[in-house]
C-alpha cells in the first residue's frame, strides 16, 4: 500500500479498481477488507499467525489500523486471538464459502426482481451495451476490464431496485468475496458472459420472477466456481 495515496499494491492479475484505498472508509476497514479477502484465496493461510508488524511494513501503514482490523476480524471470525500469541487464521470450509453466496444470492435475486418492475427500456438497452463491451472484454482476455463491466452492470440492478438498505446488506456480504483476485478465479469472467443472458431476458420482459431466478443462479455459480478454484489450491478445511 501507498501511505501517501492509500492505495494497496496490487497482484498480476487483479483489479486496481478493487484494490483502492480511496473513500469513506476508515484505514483499519480497509486493511480488514485487504485480508479478509487474501485469507479467501490462502494469501493468509489457515493456521498461521497474521503479524502486525509484518502487515503494517507491507501496507506501508502503522501498526494501529493494522490491530483495528485484526479485531474487527476477530469479530467476524477470520481470525482468532491466542494470548501472548496473536492472531491466528481461522480456516476457511468449501460449506463456508457456498454458505456465503446461498446469502449473495437471495439479497441479489431480491433487488433483481424488484429492478425488473424499474429499469425503462433505455436503460436496458444501455446496460445490454455494456454487456457486448464484457463479452468482447471477455473474449481478449482482458479480466480486469470485465470485472469493471460486470460491476456496473450489477451496480446498475440493484441501484434500480430503490432498496437501499437491502443494498447495503448485499455490500457486507460481498466483502467477503476475493474481487482484487478476479481474474486468477477460473470462469468467473465467462459467467459474467453467459449467466448474464437470461438476467437481461427477464429484464426486457419485466418479469421480476425470471430476473429473481437469474440472478440467484447467477451468484450462486460463481460461488460455485470460486469454491472449486479454492479446493483446487488446497485452502478449503
Same mark, same amino acid.
Request: glycine content about 8%; cysteine-free.
Given at each position: 500500500?501507498? #501511505?501517501?495515496?492509500?492505495?494497496?499494491?496490487?497482484?498480476?492479475?487483479?483489479?486496481?479498481?478493487?484494490?483502492?484505498?480511496?473513500?469513506?472508509?476508515?484505514? #483499519?476497514?480497509?486493511?480488514?477488507? %485487504?485480508?479478509?479477502?487474501?485469507?479467501?484465496?490462502?494469501?493468509?493461510?489457515?493456521?498461521?499467525?497474521?503479524?502486525?508488524?509484518?502487515?503494517?511494513?507491507?501496507?506501508?501503514?502503522?501498526?494501529?489500523?493494522?490491530?483495528?482490523?485484526?479485531?474487527?476480524?476477530?469479530?467476524?471470525?477470520?481470525?482468532?486471538?491466542?494470548?501472548?500469541?496473536? %492472531?491466528?487464521?481461522?480456516?476457511?470450509?468449501?460449506?463456508?464459502?457456498?454458505?456465503?453466496?446461498?446469502?449473495?444470492? %437471495?439479497?441479489?435475486?431480491?433487488?433483481?426482481?424488484?429492478?425488473?418492475?424499474?429499469?425503462?427500456?433505455?436503460?436496458?438497452?444501455?446496460?445490454?451495451?455494456?454487456?457486448?463491451?464484457?463479452?468482447?472484454?471477455?473474449?481478449?482476455?482482458?479480466?480486469?476490464?470485465?470485472?469493471?463491466?460486470?460491476?456496473?452492470?450489477?451496480?446498475?440492478?440493484?441501484?434500480?431496485?430503490?432498496?437501499?438498505?437491502?443494498?447495503?446488506?448485499?455490500?457486507?456480504?460481498? #466483502? %467477503?468475496?476475493?474481487?482484487?483476485?478476479?481474474?486468477?478465479?477460473?470462469?468467473?469472467?465467462?459467467?459474467?458472459?453467459?449467466?448474464?443472458?437470461?438476467?437481461?431476458?427477464?429484464?426486457?420482459?419485466?418479469?421480476?420472477?425470471?430476473?429473481?431466478?437469474?440472478? #440467484?443462479?447467477?451468484?450462486?455459480?460463481?460461488?460455485?466456481?470460486?469454491?472449486?478454484?479454492?479446493?483446487?489450491?488446497?485452502?478449503?478445511?
Amino acid at each position: 500500500m501507498d #501511505s501517501e495515496t492509500g492505495q494497496v499494491d496490487q497482484p498480476a492479475g487483479g483489479s486496481s479498481r478493487r484494490a483502492s484505498f480511496g473513500g469513506k472508509q476508515q484505514l #483499519s476497514e480497509r486493511v480488514a477488507a %485487504y485480508v479478509r479477502e487474501g485469507i479467501m484465496v490462502g494469501q493468509f493461510r489457515a493456521g498461521e499467525f497474521v503479524r502486525t508488524e509484518k502487515l503494517a511494513a507491507e501496507l506501508g501503514v502503522s501498526q494501529t489500523p493494522v490491530r483495528e482490523a485484526l479485531m474487527i476480524l476477530h469479530s467476524e471470525g477470520s481470525v482468532r486471538w491466542e494470548p501472548r500469541r496473536g %492472531y491466528r487464521v481461522v480456516p476457511v470450509s468449501r460449506r463456508d464459502v457456498l454458505d456465503l453466496f446461498d446469502v449473495q444470492a %437471495y439479497i441479489a435475486g431480491e433487488l433483481a426482481a424488484r429492478a425488473a418492475k424499474q429499469l425503462d427500456e433505455a436503460e436496458v438497452e444501455r446496460l445490454e451495451g455494456v454487456q457486448r463491451e464484457l463479452a468482447e472484454a471477455e473474449r481478449l482476455g482482458d479480466t480486469e476490464l470485465v470485472d469493471q463491466l460486470n460491476h456496473e452492470i450489477h451496480r446498475s440492478i440493484n441501484k434500480a431496485s430503490d432498496s437501499l438498505r437491502m443494498a447495503t446488506l448485499l455490500n457486507l456480504t460481498v #466483502s %467477503y468475496v476475493p474481487l482484487r483476485f478476479f481474474g486468477k478465479i477460473e470462469g468467473w469472467a465467462a459467467a459474467s458472459v453467459h449467466d448474464h443472458s437470461a438476467i437481461f431476458a427477464a429484464l426486457r420482459e419485466r418479469d421480476p420472477e425470471s430476473a429473481r431466478a437469474a440472478m #440467484s443462479e447467477h451468484i450462486k455459480h460463481i460461488g460455485q466456481l470460486l469454491a472449486d478454484h479454492l479446493g483446487k489450491q488446497g485452502i478449503l478445511r
